[in-house]
């Protein structure tokens, strides 16, 4: 599986970005993707993640209600659209997809995610 990240830009605080991953190669009911980020200096941090079979998405407390994860299954994507950004959202985002089935619970360890995108630079100016 290929993973293409896409759709970071330069916004003004307050406004809003859709990122977009999409995959070629073999995907499944069981796979997971999600979405991280990293800023200059910080760890990468987990952001959002939805199961490709269905069965909900998730997102982390530092995001929930400003960004919201989708899929199009027809055109294998991931969407992340987020919305009020602010300076601090300043990263590089990544999609991830893991071929494992695991417990919701752990969706925030980048070790269980098997591919990786390039990753897509959002800036957020003030």
């Known amino acids: 599986v290929q993973l293409q990240a896409s759709g970071g830009g330069l916004v003004r605080a307050g406004g809003s970005l859709r990122l977009s991953c999409a995959a070629s190669?073999?995907?499944?009911?069981?796979?997971?993707w999600a979405w991280f980020r990293q800023a200059p200096g910080k760890e990468r941090e987990w952001l959002a993640a939805i199961r490709w079979g269905g069965g909900g998405s998730y997102h982390a407390g530092a995001v929930k209600g400003r960004f919201t994860i989708s899929k199009d299954t027809a055109k294998k994507s991931v969407y992340l659209q987020m919305n009020s950004l602010k300076p601090e959202d300043t990263a590089v985002y990544y999609c991830?997809?893991?071929?494992?089935?695991?417990?919701?619970?752990?969706?925030?360890?980048?070790?269980?995610?098997?591919?990786w995108g390039q990753g897509t630079l959002v800036t957020v100016s003030s």
């Open positions: 190669g073999r995907t499944s009911a069981s796979t997971v």
């Open positions: 991830a997809v893991s071929e494992r089935t695991y417990i919701s619970s752990i969706y925030y360890q980048r070790g269980i995610y098997d591919y």
